[in-house]
């Protein structure tokens, strides 16, 4: 068995780059801690910090009133947390939101919905209910399900979720 | 502490808000929503039903992606509760043009007026001097707030008024027995509400 290969977090931000993402609104997230820190230093991309998860999606509402592209970076604690917001906000009021979810401790040799603990497993399911779509990156190669996230948001115009499978490094 | 037995009405505060209504982006919800739409909307005000809490955060990030245009937020005191980390959100952000006006009637008007927790025991103003606003007064007469509100628009914020406000009664009755209608906001579905107007919103500011 392989060691699973972590994602670099210099390829995500370019991949945000690539896109034009302006903006990533997040509660701090372990998975992607140096995803975070490399943000806190780009000059080109604003790194937002919210208190609440909930907080994150309606200030990333915001944002795109006001003409911005923003990506809502959370934990998967944290998409648990604001299951109305994603469903009244993002959802009913048609944003075409991304979220970017770290599945802090799941072991990357199965599925996500196999996984023994339910914050890692129950993440894809609820997606599902939710009509979310959604893309699993498993390592450096699917970097480009950035783009696709956003290409999907904005032709739905709704919310679609990347999840992070794996660490960023 | 809200002890004082004085009250304003909500209609004579949306009318003095509404005396000042320019190009504001305005955020309401709940009570307040429907009568300050029905004196002073225009094609820059967004609303917030069925995700309580919401209102604050949203006009947020409004200002953050628009530093120019002021924000006005007309929040409840139930909603606030239910996000009250946004005060640390907000005043960690330190939006300049920001306005949050915190209607405080002590109760959750549309189920039936139950109170507020810790009713007559906490000051939002002074929970938002605690996160980081710039200012943050408590009014519970008009005369007061209508002298001081021109100088608090002038202030560089964020500011927040609490205003110890009349309940209004207005409590939501659910669809009538046997429908499945759902809660009408303007004759419109709920759900459709808030995807109709943001659109109109950003191209009032100048497109996406």
Known sequence: MTMAESIPAIDLLQAMRDVGVTDVVAVPDTHQRSLITLLDQDDGIRFIQAATEDEAVALAAGLIVGGRKPIVQIQHAGLYACVNHLRGIAGDGRFPMVFMIGLLGRDPYRAPSEHAGSMVALAEPLLDTLKVPRFLLDGPSDVGMVAEAFAQAEAREGPTALLIGVNTA | ??????????????????????????????????????????????????????????????????????????????????????????????????????????????????????????SFAEMAKGAGYVDAVRFDDIESFELALDDLLETDGPVLVELITEPTGDSYQGPEPGTSKPLPEDGRPVASALADVWPRVRDSLGGG
């Open chain 2, 1 to 122: 502490m809200t002890t004082s037995t004085s009250r304003i009405s909500v209609d004579n505060a949306i009318e003095a808000l509404a005396r000042r209504r320019d190009d504001q982006v305005v955020v309401s919800t709940m009570t307040v929503m429907r009568p300050w739409r029905e004196r002073a909307e225009t094609d820059r005000d967004l609303v917030c039903v069925g995700f309580m809490g919401g209102a604050s955060t949203f006009g947020l990030g409004v200002q953050l992606a628009k530093p120019e245009v002021p924000v006005w937020v007309l929040d409840g005191d139930g909603s606030l509760a239910m996000q009250l980390g946004s005060l640390l959100t907000i005043g960690n952000a330190a939006p300049r043009r920001f306005l949050h006006v915190v209607m405080h009637n002590g109760v959750y008007d549309t189920s039936g007026a139950q109170p507020v927790l810790a009713e007559g025991n906490m």
